[in-house]
């Protein structure tokens, strides 16, 4: 046996997308860190190991704009391109040259933190040292480093360090919370394992083990949804354990779950019941997917109120959106539906605060240990949203070992930095505007080729080679267009067809957070007469005039009489919703009480109503590409040019009045946040590049006293964040212009910041 020790400015144990997100962020600031994983694979849950899907705020579709940018955004659209089929063995690769391509991250795979040397008395405990064994290395490694996080998911390293934590379920009087048991109790989400399935072309027998449990003698047959057909993820709700100890009783656990895996393939193969004869099994998951254990105490515990009605925190540094998704403790064998799910009008943030420790001074944590109560965690466990705490925490290291603090000295003397620091980074976070004064584009004035002035969806009969793809839709539902307004509304014109005549109402709404797209305020209200016949345009009068840009939603009231058309791609700052609730898991109970859920968007995504909205619009100038947020907030926050002509390349231009010293050119692009791009592909997109991203660009710099220069060309560009450091030598710049030759698929440029770095 060997034994070595590995200093590092930051020790991250746990190789999930929580750890991984956190090291990579610490890494890509200069920081020296130590990625320690007990696991042969790095990505926890997501990796083949276990293989369930990468959810987070996008819940599948039902949230709007929700899909996480950063390192986990990085992961999905580089998952996307690689792996169009979903094989969780390629996303593994994914996450491993995400990790690999930084020079700063040394990772120690199969290493099993187990020891942790702590001193200090319990209110201010201090990490000094974890050690890990490498069982087929034979090495013992002691990792020191002045700070640490716990990523582990069980919180295992803060549990030997002496840090406080939760287990169970809070009463509801603690934290007021509506949907809390009366009193506390010790139950838990259960854990999950998985299958595979394969058709080999031929009939193939099963015969089951000693170890299959007959599920007939068990509510599964009666409660659940079982299809040949399905396998992996869509038996999410092979769940167990949660009135056991899920780490005590792991091993139970585990056993439990296969036995009912085997006894489900028994029924499928041998019942009778389904269309299973060339089936096999390929794969079942000896991992348990856990969902809950230990939820370590922070200075702020997220809870209930904070998800629903979505909290605006000083200090939010991530955000989530998936469902408060709670499960029956009895798991699989609970009668009713495997889940209830419960969501908030929109993405909900995650403080600091909830990420590191109110006792251990030099521990942050992410993922499943965050700091919240067992109702909010329901809604913020989820991998993709743990991979945003991770980036959060992560840069906050970054910093603690930059101005030798705590975790808890970022929060009292550089909250600010922090933040502004995460959107340099293009972070999953919302609500945060750009302040950096590092940012020299802040100063500058911009301009432009062209703008997108004027929202309309085109109603151009479609040619061979047209982008354009058309359908008429009966107005058998309420439909919803989601509009930016800057500075106002006026008219909505609509092209539309009637059976016979008749009087189409036409309502403005507007919604109660930046960030939501949900109809929740009438502004406005007109009806419009609609003669019989076809197609032809309506004019709406709906005069709405915000105080701010917002959104705003332009609802066509049901007339089974009326139909629109209906034509992709969807402008930008652009989505359509429809008034029915849509809910495509037989499995879960979706609560109809929230406006998220009554007002889908899976319905027509990716389509838009034909219409033409007036007047003019400032929802897309080129000074919203340096203003910050990156994301819909009140509006789309992007740059869009006027629709690109073959041959006429469009640019983005920032001029100063005095020259500056720059360091780097930031340049993020849009890569269509609306588009779920689940990693086992829950649900398909067929782009393996997403067409709104700018395919070909160059960067140029005009110096104090020179020419045009270009220092950065791409002429094949997949990725949504690009950072280009000046040469040496360049000097003082008077201006800086961002070029776009061509897109990936969309009608127009698309630039959502154009950042330069003193």
């Not at 379920?169 to 299958?195: D, Q």
């Not at 009912?260 to 079942?284: H, M, Q, R």
């Not at 500058?444 to 061979?464: G, M, W, Y």
Request: glycine share 8%.
């Amino acid at each position: 046996m060997r034994t070595q020790t590995v200093e590092a400015d930051i020790v991250v144990v746990g190789g999930g997308l929580a750890g991984v997100s956190a090291a990579v962020a610490a890494a890509r600031m200069g920081r020296q860190v130590a990625l320690v994983n007990n696991r042969p694979v790095l990505g926890g849950n997501s990796s083949s190991e276990v293989r369930v899907w990468v959810c987070g705020a996008t819940a599948h579709g039902n949230q709007r704009w929700a899909r996480e940018t950063g390192i986990v955004g990085e992961m999905y659209v580089e998952n996307q391109y690689r792996n169009p089929e979903g094989n969780p063995v390629y996303w593994d690769d994914v996450v491993l040259d995400t990790v690999r391509r930084e020079e700063n991250v040394r990772l120690f795979l199969n290493t099993d933190v187990r020891d942790v040397v702590a001193t200090g008395p319990d209110d201010a405990r201090r990490i000094e040292s974890v050690t890990g064994w490498t069982m087929g290395s034979e090495i013992l490694t002691t990792f020191t480093a002045p700070v640490f996080l716990d990523c582990t998911g069980d919180g295992l390293v803060g549990h030997l360090a002496g840090a406080r934590y939760r287990l169970g379920k809070e009463g509801k009087e603690e934290f007021g919370e509506e949907w809390a048991p009366p009193e506390p109790v010790r139950e838990f989400l259960g854990s999950t394992l998985l299958f595979y399935t394969k058709d080999v072309g031929r009939p193939v027998k099963y015969v089951a083990p000693e170890t299959a449990i007959d599920i007939t003698t068990t509510p599964i047959p009666m409660n659940r949804v079982i299809r040949s057909g399905d396998s992996g993820a869509h038996y999410w709700w092979i769940e167990w354990g949660g009135e056991l100890d899920i780490v005590g009783d792991n091993e139970r656990i585990r056993d439990e779950l296969r036995g009912v895996i085997l006894g489900i393939w028994d029924y499928i193969k041998n019942s009778g019941k389904f269309d299973a004869e060339n089936l096999t099994l390929e794969w079942i998951g000896n991992v348990p997917g856990k969902r809950e254990y230990r939820r370590f105490v922070g200075d702020y515990t997220l809870h209930q109120g904070d998800v629903v009605d979505q909290t605006s925190f000083a200090d939010g540094v991530a955000f989530g959106g998936w469902s408060i998704d709670l499960h029956p403790a009895q798991g699989m064998y609970a009668e009713g539906a495997g889940a209830l799910q419960r969501f908030s009008n929109g993405v909900f943030e995650i403080p600091y605060r909830s990420l590191y420790s109110v006792n251990v001074e030099n521990m942050l944590f992410a993922g499943r240990d965050v700091s919240a109560t067992h109702i909010a965690f329901g809604a913020a466990r989820v991998m993709a949203t743990c991979g945003a705490m991770g980036q959060a925490a992560g840069t906050a290291a970054a910093l603690c070992v930059q101005h030798g603090t705590t975790p808890r000295g970022i929060y009292t003397d550089h909250l600010a930095e922090l933040r502004q620091t995460l959107l340099r980074w293009d972070a999953p976070a919302v609500g945060i505007a750009n302040e950096d004064p590092t940012d020299l584009a802040r100063r500058a004035a911009v301009s432009a080729s062209s703008t997108t002035t004027r929202l309309t969806a085109p109603a151009t009969e479609p040619v061979d080679g047209d982008p354009y793809d058309f359908d008429v839709v009966d107005l058998d539902d309420d439909l919803g267009i989601v509009l930016p307004v800057d500075p106002r509304l006026e008219t909505v014109e609509l092209l539309v067809s009637a059976r016979r005549d008749t009087t189409l109402t036409v309502e403005v709404w507007s919604a109660d957070r930046p960030q939501n797209v949900v109809p929740v305020h009438l502004e406005a209200k007109t009806d419009v007469a609609v003669a019989a016949g076809d197609e032809r345009w309506v004019t709406a009068h709906v005069p709405y005039a915000p105080d701010v840009p917002q959104n705003a939603v332009v609802v066509l009231r049901a007339n089974p009489d009326v139909a629109v058309r209906t034509t992709r791609p969807l402008p930008p700052g652009v989505l359509t919703l429809t008034h029915r609730v849509d809910n495509d898991d037989q499995n879960v109970q979706i609560s109809s009480d929230e406006l998220l859920v009554q007002w889908p968007t899976k319905p027509l995504r990716g389509r838009s109503v034909v219409f033409r909205a007036g007047p003019d619009t400032r929802a897309l100038a080129p000074e919203r590409a340096t203003g910050g947020y990156h994301r819909n907030h009140g509006g789309p926050h992007l740059w869009a040019s006027a629709p690109m002509v073959a041959g006429r390349e469009e640019w983005l231009r920032l001029d100063w009045d005095s020259p500056v010293a720059a360091r780097e050119v930031r340049v993020v692009l849009d890569d269509d946040l609306d588009v779920e791009l689940n990693t086992l592909h829950h649900h398909r997109t067929p782009d393996e590049i997403m067409p709104t991203l700018v395919k070909e660009y160059r960067v140029e710099v005009l110096p104090d006293g020179g020419d045009w220069t270009v220092v950065a060309t791409e002429d094949a560009n997949r990725w949504r964040l690009r950072v280009h450091p000046l040469p040496d030598g360049v000097g003082p710049l008077r201006a800086v212009r961002l070029v776009v030759a061509a897109t990936n698929g969309a009608p127009q440029a698309r630039v959502v910041a154009l950042r330069v770095q003193e």
